[in-house]
């Protein structure tokens, strides 16, 4: 079954600091990865996704992420923090098909707390 | 255009009374799901609907919970006989096509508490 590790429950950066969010994945196929963040009372939103081709994606708000099937990992990155970011990060990974077709399994999320 | 929307934004109900949360898609997605969120178990998939296909219904956790779509538009959230450990926030989302690849556009949820 396929499954989804975020390490790091809560994270706590200064404004301007560069981020990274761990995730890794398991799963016995090519997986489509997604990274959706949610905000305080709103639902999910979609920052980037990953299905083939070149192993470095990027997202709205300034997100990139990087596949990296070596090491089963699809971590978030960003170079330069905004108060704005403050929020909760989810890692996904979506179903190739029969019975797991469409529906995603999600990680625990990250927390991230941005200092000014 | 608009998103997916949700209703009621918030339902607290007694134990043991029956709840319908609604959830109106994206015009023309053909896709939806349903999600829970819930402190103990994150966030989970419970049920999918793609056009006229039968729904994939393996994450509804009892026979308690079942959900329909109608017209292949609306869809509606039953949970009968409610326990407290149903309380949580139900995410609905909306897909155009449902495939694998496919991004999910999330509602702002319906946070449910039973007393």
């Known amino acids: 079954a396929q499954s989804v590790t975020q390490p790091d429950i809560h994270i706590t950066v200064s404004e301007g600091a560069s981020l990274e969010l761990r995730c890794n994945y398991s799963?016995?196929?090519?997986?489509?990865l997604f990274w959706y963040v949610q905000s305080p009372g709103q639902g999910l939103q979609l920052l980037l996704k990953?299905?083939?081709?070149?192993?470095l994606v990027q997202g709205i708000k300034g997100f990139e992420a990087e596949f990296k099937r070596s090491q089963s990992s699809f971590n978030l990155r960003k170079p330069s923090v905004h108060w704005s970011d403050a929020a909760e990060y989810f890692c996904a990974v979506g179903g190739a098909g029969g019975t797991s077709y469409g529906k995603l399994t999600f990680g625990q999320g990250t927390i991230l707390t941005v200092h000014p | 255009g608009a998103g997916v929307s949700q209703s009621p934004s918030n339902k607290v109900t007694e134990k043991g009374k029956d709840v319908e949360l609604r959830c109106d898609p994206i015009s023309g997605h053909t896709a939806l799901y349903w999600y829970r969120q819930s402190l103990g178990q994150g966030l989970e998939f419970l049920i999918y609907f793609q056009g006229n296909s039968a729904p994939d219904k393996s994450g509804l956790p009892s026979d308690r919970f079942s959900a329909e779509r109608t017209g292949g538009s609306v869809s509606t959230l039953t949970i009968q006989r409610t326990q407290q450990e149903d309380s949580a926030v139900y995410l609905c989302a909306s897909g155009r096509q449902g495939s694998n690849t496919d991004t999910q556009y999330f509602g702002p949820g319906t946070r449910l508490t039973v007393l």
């Open positions: 990953y299905f083939s081709g070149d192993t």
């Open positions: 799963y016995g196929a090519t997986p489509y």
